[in-house]
């Protein structure tokens, strides 16, 4: 990969907006297509090499077989779902977590209460204040709130790992390294050693995604000052990212 050009900071921030907007509509589609895509996923995953370990192999016809059932399993849900599920974007996360779940419980006692009514409710009561502890602990380890908003909104836009892992998986592991934003904005994920980018190598890049989301973004600030401009699915994966 010596003297390829690097892709630029603005050109890899555009093909993954578009990226995420591509997830983001995915996620719209109801569970027999996630289910079919995992299925599809799991077939290809392990590649198709036959000088492979023999585990490796085994793990292949295993991840097969069960990619074989969900793909079988998703077709004839289909046929008994709708092609696009109903709830929409959750707009509330765009703005924090939403509603506390334990500030919606209410807990009633009655007037002229039992002694065993009054220890049923201090025990629910008791329950509430632990959950809203642990609910202030979450957000206390969440990091900075632009940090907590940065991985909420992608959470509104459905980009979960169950749709990102399919998309690019599939997509980089079919078209080498290109999903749809890499396309629109000619770049490509290739390996540092030349190798061909294949399904397993995608797989795990999209780990590395996962894994700046959680961070808050921060490792995908690490192509700024990296020499080879590769942020944290590039560390990861062992790739870096060209203009084509």
Do not use: C, H
């Not at 050109?11 to 027999?32: C, Q």
């Not at 907590?148 to 980009?159: H, Q, S």
């Not at 749709?163 to 934003?181: D, K």
């Amino acid at each position: 990969m010596l003297g390829q050009p690097l892709a630029e900071p603005w050109r890899r921030l555009a093909a993954i907006l578009a990226d995420i907007v591509v997830v983001g509509l995915l996620s719209f589609l109801t569970r027999p297509w996630l289910a079919l895509g995992t299925g599809l996923l799991l077939i290809v995953l392990f590649g198709k090499s036959d000088t492979a370990p023999l585990v490796l192999r085994t793990f292949r016809w295993i991840a097969r077989a069960l990619g074989g059932v969900i793909v079988l399993l998703a077709i004839l849900a289909l046929g008994q779902s709708s092609l696009v599920r109903s709830a929409k974007v959750d707009l509330e996360a765009l703005t924090g977590a939403g509603q506390s779940a334990a500030m919606k419980e209410d807990v009633w006692v009655p007037e002229n209460a039992s002694a065993a009514q009054l220890r049923a409710a201090n025990a629910r009561l008791q329950e509430q204040v632990e959950k809203l502890k642990a609910e202030n602990k979450g957000y206390l380890t969440a990091g900075t709130p632009w940090m907590y908003k940065a991985r909420a909104f992608t959470k509104a836009l459905g980009v979960t790992f169950g749709w990102s892992g399919v998309y690019f998986t599939l997509m980089a592991g079919t078209f080498g390294g290109r999903t749809v934003g890499k396309l629109l904005f000619r770049t490509r994920a290739v390996k540092i050693n030349g190798s061909t980018l294949t399904y397993f190598d995608a797989f795990i890049r999209n780990g590395g995604y996962v894994a700046g989301v959680a961070m808050g973004l921060i490792g995908f600030f690490k192509l700024l000052w990296e020499p080879n401009r590769q942020a944290v699915e590039d560390r990861i994966a062992s790739t870096v990212v060209i203009k084509t």
